[in-house]
């Protein structure tokens, strides 16, 4: 039998662990487990070591109790799958499996595997029978089967469904299972407590599983580990001991004296509060694409209305919404709450209106800068077919190396689809996935790839790492992402580093009046998502040129 490996992102290579290793590896965590009771520690698994549950783990373990001493032994779980198995050793050497721009997330983790020795990392589904507290971070997407229409996709529960009947076959009746993840509104009650019910009662468990809902407001950047470890949460219980339970757990964990825990009455209020709480803010972002449009077409500058309406207090959270909307939770939690009403509550009428149409605006939205590149070349009587392009920033959002439904995507994709040739630069990614491996990422069949033609050479696409180089020879260049390396970007050293006057695409108010201006003096087109002032500039620099002569 060949020997399979997963690959980290550097390129090391790691076995998947054989029959031999599992009842290795659980002797290690049984020895290691009884060596923490003896210091009063509380067992805490959480299951998935991704991008929440890496910053969780790490939170519980760094967590003291009033005398300064570590209160919790945490274990991160992962299945030893091709594509993740590598997070384990990575992790159980220290060293964070998420690379963060938070500078307090990788000496967290280092602490608390080699100086405090109270965080490890396990393959073994056994560790879960060890333990007092089990963190349920298991990914629940939702898949879409159309670009644009949320509706015709489904809530991909097959994960978590299976690790609850694997944790029911192997926790303590007296363990209490959190489940973190965004689900659907209904999962905990309706779907979790049968599935570990069943489970509890052929293994005679007569008691009720201690099921409890808290979701996360997790958000990549400099604040990484504060927004999980420093911020208000929303819990609830399947019943009072569940309840009281979580709360206890989450008192001791999170930093609740100066950021309450909100606590509701079921987990389906938990569950909906999460799903509303995003959904709300991707309906803000999507209002604003209409005006976007209509700024550009009516010599309109957005970015200057909008400051002039954020002075009003009660709508000081407006903000631009960029070439659409991206991260993990915002492009697609809409999308489990209307799931759910049909799938797990069983109603058929349709009352959902606004929140699908929210996402499928924001879905869409980095179509139009496709669109603008083509005008911009046009402009310039170049085509847009074999132009070379430049797009400034992979990542959803400004600061971070987080590429999940990122409008850049649509955008790379978009082009690529018209006949652009493109090159990327972030200098927060060195690997782009969703590319690289657009034959299996996210998922096998769930690229965005299949709504594109043209799309198979792409999975050459690498990152530029240097920005001087990547501007040589641009026929246009996008500034997709508020990445702070591109908001002081001088367009005299941009024209001299392409080498030529060339398009200008600015997808977030990067550009100020100043900048946009000395473009145009200096040969070059220049277009923006709601800049529809810049036309005006255009005509005066135009005129003072004219002037000149």
């Given at each position: 039998m060949s020997i399979q490996y997963s690959v980290s992102p550097d390129g090391e290579k790691f076995a998947l662990p054989s029959e031999q290793d599992y009842k290795k590896e659980f002797e290690r965590l049984k020895k290691e487990i009884a060596r923490q009771k003896k210091m009063d520690r509380e067992i805490v698994v959480v299951m998935g070591v991704g991008f929440v549950g890496v910053a969780m783990a790490a939170v519980v373990a760094d967590t003291v109790d009033k005398k300064g001493r570590p209160g919790k032994f945490v274990v991160g779980m992962q299945r030893p799958s091709v594509r993740s198995y590598w997070k384990i050793p990575v992790l159980n050497r220290g060293v964070s499996p998420v690379v963060s721009e938070d500078k307090e997330l990788a000496p967290m983790i280092e602490r608390c595997v080699t100086e405090k020795k109270n965080l490890t990392a396990t393959f073994s589904y056994d560790v879960l029978s060890l333990a007092d507290v089990v963190v349920v971070d298991v990914q629940c997407d939702y898949l879409k089967d159309d670009l644009g229409n949320v509706r015709n996709g489904f809530a991909d529960m097959a994960a978590l469904e299976s690790s609850l009947a694997i944790m029911a076959e192997y926790v303590s009746p007296e363990a209490l299972v959190l489940i973190e993840t965004t689900v659907a509104p209904g999962t905990t009650e309706q779907i979790a407590y049968p599935i570990m019910k069943k489970v509890f009662q052929k293994r005679g468990i007569k008691s009720d599983p201690l099921l409890a809902h808290s979701y996360e407001r997790v958000m990549p950047g400099k604040d990484y580990v504060k927004s999980i470890r420093d911020f208000w949460r929303v819990c609830s219980g399947i019943n009072k001991k569940a309840r009281d339970r979580v709360v206890k757990f989450l008192n001791e964990?999170?930093?609740?004296?100066?950021?309450?825990?909100?606590?509701?009455?079921?987990?389906?209020?938990?569950?909906?509060?999460?799903?509303?709480?995003?959904?709300?803010?991707?309906?803000?972002?999507?209002?604003?694409?209409?005006?976007?449009?209509?700024?550009?077409?009516?010599?309109?500058?957005?970015?200057?209305?909008?400051?002039?309406?954020?002075?009003?207090?009660?709508?000081?959270?407006?903000?631009?919404?960029?070439?659409?909307?991206?991260?993990?939770?915002?492009?697609?939690?809409?999308?489990?709450?209307?799931?759910?009403?049909?799938?797990?509550?069983?109603?058929?009428?349709?009352?959902?209106?606004?929140?699908?149409?929210?996402?499928?605006?924001?879905?869409?939205?980095?179509?139009?800068?496709?669109?603008?590149?083509?005008?911009?070349?046009?402009?310039?009587?170049?085509?847009?077919?074999?132009?070379?392009?430049?797009?400034?920033?992979?990542?959803?959002?400004?600061?971070?190396?987080?590429?999940?439904?990122?409008?850049?995507?649509?955008?790379?994709?978009?082009?690529?689809?018209?006949?652009?040739?493109?090159?990327?630069?972030?200098?927060?990614?060195?690997?782009?996935?969703?590319?690289?491996?657009?034959?299996?990422?996210?998922?096998?069949?769930?690229?965005?790839?299949?709504?594109?033609?043209?799309?198979?050479?792409?999975?050459?696409?690498?990152?530029?790492?240097?920005?001087?180089?990547?501007?040589?020879?641009?026929?246009?260049?996008?500034?997709?992402?508020?990445?702070?390396?591109?908001?002081?970007?001088?367009?005299?050293?941009?024209?001299k580093m392409v080498g030529d006057s060339c398009a200008i695409i600015d997808c977030f108010g990067i550009l100020d009046d100043a900048k946009i201006r000395r473009y145009f003096e200096l040969g070059c087109e220049v277009k923006g998502l709601g800049r529809g002032h810049i036309r005006r500039i255009k005509d005066e620099v135009r005129r003072q040129k004219m002037k000149g002569k």
């Open positions: 964990v999170l930093n609740t004296s100066d950021y309450p825990l909100t606590v509701l009455d079921k987990p389906i209020e938990s569950e909906t509060a999460k799903i509303i709480e995003n959904s709300y803010r991707a309906t803000i972002l999507a209002f604003l694409d209409e005006w976007s449009i209509f700024a550009e077409r009516n010599g309109v500058d957005l970015m200057k209305v909008i400051k002039a309406i954020k002075v009003r207090p009660t709508h000081s959270n407006i903000i631009f919404p960029g070439p659409g909307i991206g991260g993990y939770c915002l492009p697609k939690d809409g999308g489990l709450g209307v799931w759910a009403y049909k799938h797990i509550h069983g109603f058929e009428d349709d009352i959902f209106k606004i929140t699908p149409l929210a996402i499928n605006i924001n879905d869409t939205r980095a179509l139009h800068v496709g669109q603008l590149t083509r005008d911009a070349l046009r402009n310039m009587s170049r085509p847009i077919a074999a132009a070379e392009i430049l797009l400034l920033g992979a990542s959803y959002r400004e600061d971070v190396g987080d590429t999940r439904y990122s409008g850049s995507e649509v955008i790379v994709r978009k082009l690529t689809e018209m006949g652009a040739e493109l090159k990327v630069h972030d200098p927060y990614l060195s690997h782009w996935w969703e590319f690289e491996s657009q034959d299996t990422y996210p998922s096998p069949g769930h690229s965005l790839g299949r709504f594109f033609r043209n799309q198979d050479k792409l999975k050459n696409l690498h990152m530029e790492k240097d920005l001087k180089a990547a501007f040589k020879g641009a026929d246009a260049v996008i500034f997709a992402v508020r990445h702070e390396q591109y908001l002081d970007l001088d367009p005299d050293k941009v024209v």
